[in-house]
């Protein structure tokens, strides 16, 4: 009697909760997300304190706007809850710890330029002051022009010119307290020169170049070899400056900046000590400077974990807050200064959540069959000898199996490359591989862990078929493409039933880089994702999270694909879903893609008609289809630059 693979007991029923452990949706969701019993992924933009809203729903109302997927759905009111949370959490610490200051925040709009978001952001911020941080000459413009809180800050960052310069004094003539922050010396000496002929006071920062280094991806931002800041003999000298130019009341000031995304609390505290120690001894030589700039580096748990790994973050908003507010406290009182207004230029923290990326998977690659295909006894030696291993296959040799499966496997390969396979024998061991391949992977995952060969552990992430998504990594998740940053990936639906396939997501792009080889795991990095499969005529969407840093506004136009449709949500206790849509923003057309790169498309389309004019004359075209085609071409110049899948 032939053996038979161990037979195993039927697994317990799929709850909406195991998808939410197994996504690890309650870690990273920090009670913005969650899943509701009919198994739709839904976001609570006020966390406990309001309405929770299906994504799947948000996207069936954009659907009926003519808005499809890929679509990018903005939670206005998550925004403005962010806000308010960063905020309190540093005036309760302040309150605590009886600091002697106040808290003066202040968005850097690098981390997303979008007017819209920038305008909410500063709505939000308006009962706090909350400013907003510019490091570049366009940003200073729209910052200038948008800033309209008097008692808000304006922090300029980045290298400067004369120009630059003007601008911002131009603010400090409207009487807005905008501050630039001294990257070298020879800004220092331009900003009090320009000053002077505008006849205005400077409000002056300088960033000190820390010798404490931040930890992570973005660690190079600090320590004594960072692209940006002075160091303690140029603060010294530029000192010097102000005072000969009698603006030594200008420095305001002092920043310093250690990374973006710092996943471990110790190193936000050392930065904090370092620098309050330089403020305190700049006090004692008689600048009685009036804020201390932490800069940014305020992480997220974008997997979960809790942890110092680069995509986490091992504190809680709190805990940060507090530690900036106490051990600033702890060094002034030590030297006996006054306590500064404290500034944080948290981007990430304030807008990652907000934003979430609908892309639907509308293919698989598979790596065995829809149906097994038929082997007969007379097969080649190499079908029968594969046939064997998988009528033995069993607990007890699977490590076995696994090697003669790898050697048939290079045996068909060498004999076809040489000639001397056919064609159907080779797709037939190909099927019979990959159908005894999963059946060991079925096999191992019901051992203990610690008993499955070393040679099989990474069986899984061979066998994981591949869902073809309809959006560009390139453009809508370059972070992940450029430095491998962790995103959560989630179905928006059907979170109440067990996905049964491992899977890896890739794009519609021509390239093989246009995919996400990387999933978030609670105390490691995925190499596979758990998703259902598909069904015809039932479209599977994919929810992907915390992309409101960055992502908006650096993704490129590799392969031509443009911004995707984009919609903002505001809850609304009076609609029947919760919710409405206040603005739909349409995708990139083909047209102005091509436009984006010198293509005009009213010379596209004259340069067809030509030469479709030239088919009808040589009788290759009869006049109406020539006619239709070239209106297909016209239409198609107005056509979104994804798939039409929906």
Known sequence: MEAQPEQFDEQPPWTVDDSSSLYMIDRWGTGYFDVNPAGDLTVAPLQEGGIAVPIIDVLREAQALNLNSPLLIRFQDLLRHRVETLNGAFNDAIAEHRYRGSYRGVFPIKVNQLREVVEEILDAGRPFNYGLEVGSKPEMFAGLAIHNDPEALLVCNGYKDNGFIRMALLGRKLGKKVILIAEKLSEV??????????????????????????????????????????????????????????????????????????????????????????????????????????????????DGSRSEFHSSMNYTLDEYASDIIYNVMDVCDDEKVPHPNIVSESGRAIVAHHSVLVVQAFGAIEKTPIEPRAVRASDHKLTREILEIDRDLSPDNVNEAWHDLQQIKEQSQQMFELGLLPLDVKARIETLYWEIAEKLQSIITHMDPDEVPEDLRTLNIELADQHICNFSVFQSLLDHWALGQLFPIVPIHRLNERPQLESTLVDITCDSDGKVSKYIDRNDVRETLPLHELRDGAPYYLGIFLTGAYQDIMGDLHNLFGRVNEVHVFLDADEESGFYIEEEIAGNTIGEVLAMTQYDWRDLEKRMKAQIDAAIKQDILRPNEGMRLLQEFERGLKDHTYLSIE
Not at 222 to 230: P, Q
């Open 189 to 302: 000496r331009a900003i009090t020169k320009i000053a002077a002929e505008m006849n205005v006071e400077p409000w002056i920062g300088m960033r000190v170049r820390l010798l404490s280094k931040g930890k992570g991806k973005w660690a190079t931002s600090g320590g004594e070899h960072a692209k940006f800041g002075l160091s303690t003999s140029e603060i010294l000298e530029a000192i010097e400056i102000l005072r000969e130019a009698k603006m030594e009341s200008a420095f305001k000031l002092l920043h310093f900046h250690i990374g973006s995304q710092i996943p471990d609390i110790l190193t936000i505290k050392r930065a904090v000590r370092e620098a309050a120690m330089y403020y305190a001894k700049l006090h004692k030589l008689g600048h009685p400077l009036e804020y201390l700039d932490v800069g940014g580096g305020l992480a997220i748990d974008y």
